[in-house]
């Protein structure tokens, strides 16, 4: 099967506008698009409420209905969808086996609900090896620029920034190169925040002055050098911040395309994990969030 841009689909406004966004990714990187719908009945919050059989017709048209939209809306776009008889969970992680990327609905802000209601985006996430999107469903339009009928002066359309949330200890390439990668595919700046603590002596912090800010300013700099090698077009801004960069990463998506951090797949404890940092994001972030799996 050829790679793909996979949306899991329940029929939220979230979901919907996952696959709005996921439409405008696949055309970005030449692929086709992949909807999946689990049948999971528990999950389908937001079917009609007319009876058993009005359900099942709901849910058979769900996925057809949704890729005829979008290829109305995208023409020339290849869009193949199906349904699944499994749970949701295994059901997308099967399908992201395929998938080039990843894209899941979220309600953002509180509390992360995704696809399917519950945990479902949020173990999903921890599991998935792929990169996963997350789109909240007032951040689908962020970033993106559009022409012909649909373009509109909104200030949601005007170009933004990728916002990249990096940590020095750990500069995974997986991570820079989906970064630089989506800022290049856009044509809009990158920018990356650091959050760091200062050294301590005898458990007290050192002073700032004694170079130890310039030190990890300098750190980033070199960190980023090759990958601005590899991406000359994309203009970068850097941004060392003290403390957890979390609150700054959610500051940023209000003004931001999209939002790239880093989950690192091995740790202390055995399974699937999501970092404070990442977790933070996710649930706080108003732009789409990437989530690349890195060890």
Not at 148 to 158: D, F, N
């Amino acid at each position: 099967m050829p790679r793909t841009v996979t949306v899991g689909l329940d029929g939220s406004p979230e979901s919907l506008a996952a696959a709005d966004w996921a439409a405008r990714e696949a055309q970005r990187r030449e692929l086709p698009l992949r909807i999946v719908h689990a049948l999971d009945w528990h999950s389908f919050t937001y079917a009609p409420l007319t009876g058993v059989e009005s359900l099942t017709r709901w849910a058979e048209r769900l996925p057809g209905d949704t890729a005829a939209r979008l290829r109305h809306d995208h023409p020339g776009l290849r869009i193949v969808h199906e349904q699944v008889a499994r749970e949701p969970v295994p059901s997308l992680l099967a399908a992201a086996g395929n998938a080039e990327l990843l894209v899941l609905g979220s309600r953002g802000l509180n509390r992360v609900t995704g696809v399917l209601v519950g945990s479902v985006a949020l173990s999903i996430v921890a599991r998935a090896e792929p990169p996963v999107v997350l789109v909240p469903t007032g951040g689908a339009g962020k970033g993106d620029r559009r022409t012909g009928p649909a373009a509109t002066a909104s200030p949601a359309l005007v170009r933004r920034d990728v916002v990249l949330g990096l940590d020095l200890r750990r500069p995974a390439a997986p991570v820079l190169e989906f970064a630089f990668d989506a800022a290049a595919r856009r044509a809009t700046a990158l920018r990356v925040i650091h959050g760091w603590s200062p050294p301590s002596t005898s458990g007290r912090p050192v002073p700032f002055g004694t170079g130890a800010s310039a030190q990890v300013a300098n750190e980033l700099t070199d960190v980023l050098r090759p990958w601005r090698a590899k991406f000359p077009g994309v203009e970068v801004s850097e941004q060392t911040v003290v403390g957890s960069p979390a609150g700054h990463l959610v500051d940023a998506s209000a003004h931001a395309a999209l939002v790239v951090v880093g989950r690192f797949t091995h740790g202390p404890r055995p399974g699937p994990r999501i970092g404070p940092v990442t977790h933070a994001v996710l649930h706080h972030s108003t732009a789409p969030v990437a989530v690349i799996a890195h060890s």
